[in-house]
Nanobody, 121 residues
């Protein structure tokens, strides 16, 4: 399973960006899909997650500004980011939990390569 993320870039504070992540490869289904971020010198943290049924959770710091969504038919997850702040600057990683066959059906974790989001003040 491979994940390809795109949509990062440089934006001024108050601006918007939309991240996209596409999953490809052999899997039976995708359960949770999410976005994490890691700023320099900090640990990776959960930004948002969406279940296969559409239930969402957000980090308190992004509630009301970020929206996560998914397109199950295209195996894609999106992160719409509005009212961006300099503290949102980080490398953003997409993550999925997929059901795959490895001598039996198992749920496994997969990560994208990361996309840089930089918010200038």
């Amino acid at each position: 399973v491979q994940l390809q993320a795109s949509g990062g870039g440089l934006v001024q504070a108050g601006g918007s960006l939309r991240l996209s992540c596409a999953a490809s490869g052999k899997f039976f289904s995708i359960n949770g899909m999410g976005w994490y971020r890691q700023a320099p010198g900090k640990e990776r943290e959960l930004v948002a997650n969406i279940s296969s049924g559409g239930m969402t959770i957000y980090a308190d710091s992004v509630k009301g500004r970020f929206t996560i969504s998914r397109d199950n038919g295209k195996s894609r997850v999106y992160l719409e980011m509005k009212s961006l702040k300099p503290e949102d600057t980080a490398v953003y990683y997409c993550n999925i939990r997929a059901i795959v066959w490895t001598a039996g059906w198992v749920e496994d974790d997969y990560w994208g390569q990361g996309t840089q989001v930089t918010v200038s003040s």
